[in-house]
């Protein structure tokens, strides 16, 4: 027996599930991903009356067919672990569609309690659903929901102690005479082959011996025959030759009796139970009338005006993120140099700490905190702004929107998702590809996702351009994430001219009715995500902070009189005339390490500026720092070429050794190689143009004679190999 009861939340996407795990879980919760497959796992502790309920999120999917890694995922999890009771959750203002997973979730014998979400929603568009009716159809009880408001969890809980003790029943769902005949000779077979068990009573055990039981009736039933009557691969490879011919011959009689496909026989006949079901219990009072989200979406899904309400959208994430957070930054940084740098210092050199020693916890490690800190406000409202968007129903629509679009650049639209995964980062974005069923989708897609700035670059855009662009950096912010969108697409139009030369999948999405978000819901999504930047983050930038001060510390001779340079100085030297055509100096080598350590972590190109650009004083101001870095860079001109450089080169180390695990060596080399190269080009021809002179002229040829290699490379690995991997 389990130590305690789990409970399963299953639904469509965007049903709101994660709104009732909130509500049963609090804050009670762990993110992480399901083994061996990267689909998100969100489970948590429910305490109510004593006792304490474990909360699984399943992956929202709209059946149990196995056709996605999601639906393996909920499928698996349900038949493995067998959770004491599933709770549906349905959208009421889109019942027949929902309730088709519902039909599937019957037919295993799983113990259920259906929640109908956005009630609300379905009354205003004239919708009025018989809850007492529909459970007495069901077998199972059902609680409406309206999520904007606080949802009342204890009936729902009580209703799950009841059932622990006795599992409910769910109704059978009987297709046609000629088809019920068929299934039960299947059902026959399956008995005899040894799968399956003939159904008894379920007995009233304790909640894990009965629930278990409850699922084992029906598995090894009924509705193993009605996946082999669907074409469930797993199942029909279980069956002996003999008996696989034997299912062979009814799974044809069946087609031949209705005329089409069995699989669309038994999704007909569950859509006519779900018909029937619905015109007895629900009531329609306000008929073609158009509903909000209907509105809404005359303007939003325009195909003239959508793609700019997108982008407008996307400048007031940013403006708010930029606006908001810096009175925020000020009065963060003002109190953590206060803490950890004065007064952790005093505190050390009054202890008689070696001086060493002291630099390293109250300047190092003290300085790393407080950039740390003023990461914490743009983070925060980016997150926040995401979240709003993505609870409200509108990020479903910007997939839609760019669908159109990212046919034209060779992606289908269910390729934006792993994009807008990019926001946050990199890793997940690679990783969120494993959803396009295409193999040259999911190599695609991974090698245009570094060019949606993740997270960890936020930070690096908004110290340098809050240093050199103050009273525009929301605008500079937002030009570089839309820079690295228009390169990405520009890319993408190239790679689709030259290797990804075949066509891409098909698309098919759902529109969620818009609705309020919930302030619990907005603040758990944002706090989740910032959460685990910063541990991320913090770690990285504490490291590469101790690091650099190590090694700035550490002198070799570099010449004639004794003279010593650190090994970081050194390094920088060596590969900063490389960088000169893009406005890099010759002695502003801190900015060159910088980029080196942006190659283990974006993030920790700020704490690198900052430990490398202090005077030989060691201890200075704000300000002070300020002006070491701008007259370092000397003019607008090399810092936005140094910014878009951030922007386009290589992803950070975990990336690539992502793109290592999902797609293999060559095109992580791929990615680092292009991307790199790319961002050296652009940086040049950027800051060229804008500090124009004679010996311009000469870097425009040297750029024109790159491209035009690496085009006709291309050209010729995508005649000679293709894609293999299709």
């Not at 159904?199 to 009924?222: C, G, N, V, W």
Request: proline share 5%.
């Amino acid at each position: 027996m389990r130590n305690r009861p789990v409970i399963a939340l299953a639904g469509n996407p965007n049903v709101g599930k994660t709104c009732l795990f909130n509500a049963l879980t609090g804050s009670h919760q762990t993110v992480g991903n399901w083994p061996g497959v990267t689909v998100e796992h969100k489970s948590g502790r429910c305490n109510y009356k004593g006792k304490i309920y474990e909360v699984v999120d399943l992956p929202g999917i709209y059946s149990l067919a196995g056709g996605s890694p999601d639906e393996l995922v909920a499928r698996n999890y349900i038949l493995t672990e067998k959770p004491d009771i599933i709770i549906n959750i349905v959208d009421a203002s889109n019942l027949e569609r929902n309730l088709y997973l519902t039909v599937q979730l019957m037919e295993l014998g799983a113990p259920l309690i259906m929640c109908l979400s956005m009630i609300d929603i379905a009354e205003h568009n004239g919708i009025y659903i018989d809850t007492e009716h529909l459970s007495s159809h069901l077998g199972f009880a059902v609680f409406p929901l309206v999520l904007n408001k606080r949802i009342e969890v204890s009936p729902i809980l009580d209703k799950v102690e009841e059932y622990l003790v006795q599992p409910p029943v769910p109704a059978t769902i009987h297709y046609d005479e000629v088809v019920e005949k068929h299934l039960q000779n299947i059902w026959q077979i399956v008995l005899k082959s040894g799968l399956g068990e003939p159904e008894t009573k379920i007995p009233q055990r304790k909640f894990s011996e009965s629930a278990s039981i409850a699922y084992d009736i029906l598995i090894k039933s009924r509705w193993q025959a009605l996946k082999l009557i669907e074409g469930d691969a797993e199942l029909t490879s279980r069956l002996s030759d003999e008996d696989r011919a034997l299912v062979e011959k009814e799974i044809s009689a069946i087609a031949k009796h209705r005329g089409q496909e069995p699989t669309f026989v038994i999704a007909d006949d569950r859509y006519g139970y779900i018909r029937g079901l619905i015109k007895d219990v629900v009531k329609r009072k306000r008929k073609s009338r158009l509903t909000f989200s209907d509105m809404v979406d005359k303007v939003v899904l325009n195909s003239v005006v959508g793609l700019p309400v997108f982008f407008i959208v996307m400048y007031l994430v940013f403006l708010v993120a930029v606006k908001l957070s810096q009175p925020c930054i000020k009065f963060i940084e003002f109190i953590l140099s206060w803490l950890f740098i004065e007064q952790l210092g005093n505190l050390l050199s009054s202890l008689s700490f070696p001086q060493w020693l002291n630099y390293l916890l109250s300047e190092a490690i003290g300085g790393g905190i407080v950039t740390i800190g003023s990461f914490i406000p743009p983070i925060f409202f980016i997150y926040i702004s995401l979240s709003i968007l993505e609870d409200s129903g509108y990020m479903a629509r910007a997939a839609f929107i760019a669908d159109k679009f990212m046919r034209k650049i060779g992606l289908p639209g269910k390729a934006f998702i792993p994009l807008l995964v990019g926001f946050g980062c990199t890793v997940p974005a690679i990783m969120a590809t494993r959803t396009l069923e295409n193999p040259r989708d999911r190599v695609f897609a991974s090698i245009l996702t570094p060019f949606v700035s993740c997270g960890a670059k936020l930070p690096v855009y908004t110290f340098l351009v809050m240093l050199f662009f103050p009273l525009y950096a929301d605008l500079v912010i937002f030009g570089l994430y839309l820079f690295g969108i228009i390169m990405g697409v520009l890319t993408g139009l190239l790679l689709k001219k030259t290797i990804f030369l075949s066509a891409p999948g098909d698309f098919v999405m759902e529109l969620p009715a818009y609705h309020i978000p919930t302030i619990n819901g907005i603040f758990m999504h944002t706090w989740h995500r910032l959460k685990s930047f910063l541990l991320r983050a913090g770690k990285t930038i504490l490291l590469v902070i101790v690091l650099i001060n190590i090694l700035q510390g550490i002198q070799i001779p570099t010449g004639r009189d004794s003279e010593k340079t650190s090994i970081l100085e050194l390094g920088g030297k060596l590969i900063t005339p490389v960088l000169q055509p893009m406005g890099i100096k010759s002695d502003n080598w801190q900015s060159s390490v910088a980029l080196i350590s942006g190659l283990f972590a974006k993030e920790a190109i700020v704490g690198t500026l900052q430990g490398l650009y202090q005077n030989s004083e060691g201890e200075i101001s704000g300000d002070q720092l300020a002006n070491n870095i701008k007259s370092s860079f000397g003019s607008n001109a090399s810092i936005l070429a140094y910014l878009v450089f951030i922007l386009l080169y290589s992803p950070c180390a975990a990336s690539l050794t992502m793109l290592f695990k999902e797609h293999g060596f060559k095109w992580m080399l791929f990615a680092f190689v292009y991307l790199t190269l790319l961002a050296w080009m652009v940086a040049t021809l950027i800051y060229q143009i804008l500090a124009f002179n004679v010996l311009s002229i000469f870097w425009f040829v040297v750029i024109g004679a790159i491209f035009t290699f690496i085009y006709i490379t291309l050209r010729k690995i995508g005649s000679k190999y293709a894609f293999q991997t299709e």
